[in-house]
C-alpha cells in the first residue's frame, strides 16, 4: 500500500521518472542505492508490462550496472554467458570467439525477468511507482521547478521534481515535450520485418545463431534451455496470422545451415509477432532539466540485439550526473549527457544497421550487391581482425 506524502495531491521527488520498463526501473534503482528519491511512472499495468517479450543478450555493461543495482542474484544464477556467436551464409556456418577476442561475454536473461527482478527490487524497498496513468503532462521542463500533471481512473494528480526523466519509449510524452525547433531525428526504416515465434522446445544450438541466405534472414536464440525465440525476415505486408506453425518452420528450415536444420525440434508457438525494424535517433537527448532515454531517443533494428544495451547505457551515463549532482554539487555530469550518451548511440546504430545490411535481402538488391554482401561474409569468417571488431561491439563498447 502506497502511503502519499502530499497536500491536494502534490507529491515532491528529487527524480520524477516516465516509464515503468526496464529503463525507468533500472534507473530508479540506482538512484535509491544512493538515496536519491524519485517516483516512477508506467501508463500500463505491472502485469502487461512483464507479459511483453523482448529481447534477452545482455551486454558485460549490463551485467554491470545490474550487479551495482544489487538486483543480479537472479541473473548470475539463472543467466547463460555466451562466449561466441555463430554466423552463417547458406549451408557455411562459422563461430565468432567473442571471448577470446575481448575477454568478455555476453549473458542470454529475458528482458522480462530483468523487469521482474527490478520490480520486485523496487517493491521490496517501498519505491512508489504508479500504474495506469493517464494525461502526462511535462511542466516546466526549462525551468529549475519542473512538475508533471497525470491522472488516475480520473483523478488529477501532480508531481513537483528537480528532473524529469524520460524512459516513456518512441510513442511516449517525453520526446515530444521537446519543441519541433530544437530536436533534429534522423530515421531509416527498413524494407522487412521480423516474424518471430515463442516455442517450449529445447535450442538448435547452445549459441545464437545469424543466418543469411537466399531465402533472407533468420535468427535462432533462446530464452532458457527450454524456451527458444525463433526469427525470419518477412514482407512487411504479412500479418502473424498469415503464417501457421508448420509454414514457420518449413521456412525457417530452409534459411539456416543445413546441418542445424536437420537436429532443429519444433513444436507450437506460444507467441507470434512482426516487429518492424528501424533506425532512429533524435538530437540533443536533454533539454532543460529534461532528460531522455532508451527508445524515447532512439531506436536500433533488432540485429545484434543493442536496444535495451543502448538504453542501459543511457541510464548509465543519467545515473552518474544525478549522482554527481546531489552528492558533490556539480553539474558537470548533467551537462555532458546528451552529448556523452548520443556519441555511443551512434556508434551502436552503425553496429545494427551494419549487421542489418549484412544479413538481410533487401529488394532492390543487385547482383552486384550479393556478390558484396556474400564477400563481406567470407572476408568476416577469414579476417580476426574483423572478427574483433564485430566482437567488440557485441559484447558492448565501453561507457
Known amino acids: 500500500m502506497l502511503h502519499w506524502l502530499w497536500e491536494d495531491r502534490i507529491l515532491k521527488t528529487q527524480v520524477a521518472i516516465i516509464g515503468g520498463g526496464p529503463s525507468g526501473l533500472l534507473l530508479a534503482r540506482l538512484l535509491e542505492r544512493r538515496g536519491i528519491q524519485s517516483i516512477v511512472l508506467e501508463r500500463k499495468t505491472k502485469d502487461y508490462v512483464l507479459s511483453r517479450v523482448r529481447a534477452g543478450v545482455l551486454e558485460r555493461g549490463f551485467v554491470s550496472l545490474m550487479k551495482e543495482a ?62 495506469n496513468v493517464e494525461d502526462v503532462v511535462i511542466n516546466d521542463a526549462k525551468s529549475d521547478t519542473p512538475y508533471l500533471t497525470y491522472s488516475i481512473a ?42 518471430g515465434i515463442l516455442s517450449e522446445t529445447p535450442p538448435v544450438n547452445h549459441e545464437l545463431i545469424y543466418a543469411s541466405s537466399d531465402q533472407g534472414f533468420a535468427l535462432a536464440s533462446m530464452r532458457n534451455e527450454n524456451l527458444c525465440r525463433y526469427y525470419i525476415q518477412c514482407s512487411l505486408d504479412d500479418k ?21 536444420a536437420e537436429t532443429l525440434i519444433t513444436g507450437p508457438s506460444i507467441e507470434k509477432s512482426i516487429a518492424r525494424l528501424r533506425s532512429f535517433v533524435t538530437e540533443p537527448m536533454r533539454w532543460g532539466n529534461l532528460f531522455l532515454c532508451g527508445d524515447a531517443a532512439h531506436i536500433v533494428p533488432p540485429t545484434g540485439a543493442k536496444g535495451l544495451n543502448t538504453a542501459a547505457s543511457d541510464i548509465h551515463y543519467l545515473y552518474n550526473g544525478l549522482r554527481e549532482y546531489y552528492e558533490n554539487g556539480s553539474s558537470t555530469g548533467i551537462d555532458a549527457y546528451s552529448e556523452k550518451a548520443l556519441a555511443r548511440v551512434w556508434k551502436t546504430e552503425r553496429f545494427s544497421w551494419w549487421f542489418s545490411s549484412l544479413m538481410h535481402r533487401f529488394p532492390d538488391q543487385t547482383e552486384f550487391d550479393l556478390k558484396m554482401q556474400a564477400a563481406e561474409i567470407a572476408f568476416l569468417k577469414s579476417n580476426e581482425s574483423a572478427q574483433r571488431a564485430m566482437a567488440e561491439n557485441y559484447v558492448g563498447l565501453p561507457y
Open 154 to 195: 480520473g483523478q488529477a494528480r501532480r508531481i513537483d521534481c528537480d528532473f524529469v526523466a524520460g524512459c516513456d519509449g518512441f510513442h511516449g510524452v517525453s520526446r515530444q515535450t521537446i519543441p519541433e525547433d530544437v530536436r533534429t531525428e534522423y530515421e531509416k526504416v527498413y524494407p522487412f520485418g521480423w516474424l
Open 70 to 131: 544489487g538486483v543480479s542474484e537472479r541473473l548470475e544464477a539463472e543467466g547463460y554467458p555466451h562466449g561466441g556467436v555463430n554466423i552463417s551464409f547458406n549451408d557455411d556456418m562459422f563461430r565468432v570467439d567473442i571471448a577470446a577476442l575481448t575477454g568478455h561475454s555476453v549473458t542470454v536473461y529475458g528482458q522480462t525477468e530483468v523487469t521482474r527482478d527490478l520490480y520486485e527490487a523496487r517493491e521490496k524497498s517501498g519505491g512508489i511507482i504508479e500504474f
Open 240 to 260: 502473424p496470422e498469415d503464417w501457421s506453425d508448420d509454414a514457420f518452420w518449413a521456412e525457417f528450415k530452409r534459411r539456416i545451415p543445413a546441418s542445424a
